[in-house]
């Protein structure tokens, strides 16, 4: 007996060590001095809050919006961490669960994090789901580039309201919320199955599995029975400076006669365009699982869906622009995509997020390929020195407050050489100063940058709003450890299309890529294809190689500070052949 107890003793010595070792200390979101809700709407009013519409809408709303809108569906909260634990304690008001969709997607939660060159992971942990719930993800290793850790999106329930929330950290790691995202929203107003029923869970509603693929911040607006087209619920999502509206209301007003449909969304429609010049994307309803089986239901389909293209032709007839549509028979829902007559499953919402997903990137000319040149991602490969995201922001804040006369697009190349935004090493302040400043010139310009991170910034705000004189692009040789040739040059011609499209008033020339230590030959060549390229599609093309190497071809060494970064003295050889 002793020595059972003396092994107890141990035991709990031990516990009391490693729950020392491992001490949490907890976060609060709301707490932290700026606005971190994403994809919320109003955060100046309720930002303190996991609500989705602002307290003055009670009373013009309906009692069952209003509480609807209390819900937490499509919001999140975005961090970045080190932390080889996270866990979060959440309390929530609503009921944990129903009879057509799990505690996970109504009540739960869905993390993810993003490794340094934007690919997303899920985190899977132990979790219990109550009025006072908690998630628990162990082993969250850091990137292997660096000691910063991933950059984390925390999803919350679709059919809960969140009272309380904290994400704790063993303490000694770090974590830092990531402000509200300034780029222009995707307002989605719709039904239960656009707030998310009955995903499996948060981060699988159709929506928010468009949003993190798009990157845009996302509003869902979905009312589970009561997305109606009232006018008073288009008051308010008629208020935010949306990129795009989506109605997705049908399956709520199945009720209604063949024409009151079609003046349903006529005068939605028209609402948004009082204040709002923004497209405009109708979806027909997807249908019911039954609706072959059942009359009833395959009339009220035919009905309500025949109203709404009724209405969009007639807002044709009437040359109201940038109005889309997408039907029935373009959703093409799955036989296996239903958890009952009318919800999609998690098979159900993939596909409808593919189907819309396509045509947004149809209306907002967002196109992506096929090779990661083509596909727009995020990186953060050098924390240390600078935050990828944070750049991002001032780029534009920039922009807005002195619309710039001409451009420099690129990596650490351009990065370090001077000019503002600031970086933290300026390797040719004289020659920026005294040759780009002068041209008119900011620098966006970021460290470590490949083809597909400017895609990203192209598509994300970076050329929109003002125009200008001059764009001069600088990328590609950080594609060189990933990409062929060939890949490379296709995603510059991809990219210098994307440009094109947002400002097609400016002179736009792309350099050659600059030489390198051991890559000269390498760099000869591609070139040569860069070149043909850019005059084949008529661009301006520029190389200064031969200012950079010696009579053997080889980088000339006293030009560069480490083989790659050009000095003073390289920049000052090079600078007017680039501003010109």
Known sequence: ??????????????????????????????????????????????????????????????????????????????????????????????????????????????????????????????????????????????????????????????????????????????????????????????????????????????????????????????????????????????????????????????????????????????????????????????????????KTKHDELIKVNSGSLKAYNAIQTEGIKEVYYISREDINFPVDGWVDYVHPSDYGMQHQAMIVENKVREILNIPVGTISTTIPVTQRR???????????????????????????????????????????????PVSWNNVMRPAGFINLGYGWDRIENVLWRVYHDELDGFNTEKIVLMIGTNNFETNSDQEIVDGLRFLLAAIKYRQPKATIKIMGILPRRAMEERVRNINVMIRQMAEKDGYKFADVSSLLVNNSGMINESLFNDGLHPNERGYSLIASKIAE
């Open 382 to 428: 050098e924390p240390d020195s600078y935050e990828w995201q944070a750049r991002h922001r001032a780029i534009i804040d920039l922009e807005k407050s002195n619309p710039p006369k001409a451009l420099i697009i690129g990596n650490s190349i351009t990065n370090y050489w001077g000019g503002e935004p600031n970086a933290h090493i300026k390797n040719g």
């Open 1 to 294: 007996m002793l020595r059972l107890i003396k092994k107890a003793s141990s035991l709990l010595l031990i516990s009391m060590i490693c729950s020392s070792a491992f001490a949490v200390k907890w976060y609060n979101p709301i707490n932290a001095g700026y606005a971190v809700i994403q994809n919320q709407g109003f955060s100046s009013e309720i930002g303190k809050t996991y609500n989705r519409l602002p307290e003055r809408a009670s009373g013009v709303v309906s009692d069952k919006v209003m509480e609807l809108s209390k819900q937490s569906a499509g919001l999140a909260i975005h961090f970045y961490s080190n932390a080889p634990q996270i866990s979060v304690r959440y309390s929530v008001s609503g009921g944990i669960n129903m009879s057509h969709m799990p505690a996970t997607g109504v009540s739960g939660l869905d993390l993810y994090y993003i490794d340094s060159n934007g690919k997303w992971n899920i985190c899977s942990g132990n979790y219990s789901i109550n009025n006072s719930s908690s998630y628990t993800y162990n082993n969250t290793e850091r990137d292997p580039r660096h000691s910063h850790g991933f950059e984390y999106r925390l999803y919350l329930p679709l059919y809960n309201s969140v009272t309380s929330l904290e994400i704790g950290i063993p303490e000694g790691s770090e974590l830092q919320f990531i402000p509200i995202a300034p780029e222009r929203p995707i307002v989605i107003y719709g039904t239960s199955i656009v707030q998310g029923a009955c995903a499996s869970r948060p981060a699988m509603a159709w929506s928010t599995i468009m949003q993190r693929s798009l990157g845009y911040p996302l509003l869902n607006f979905g009312f589970s029975g009561n997305g109606k087209l009232e006018k008073e619920v288009l008051q308010f999502i008629s208020e935010p400076n949306a990129r795009l509206f989506i109605l997705d209301c049908l399956a709520n007003i199945a009720n209604k006669s063949e024409s009151e449909v079609t003046n349903l969304v006529i005068e939605a429609v028209k609402q948004l365009r009082k204040t709002s010049s923004a497209p405009i994307l109708l979806i027909e309803s997807a249908g019911y699982s039954n609706s072959w089986t059942d």
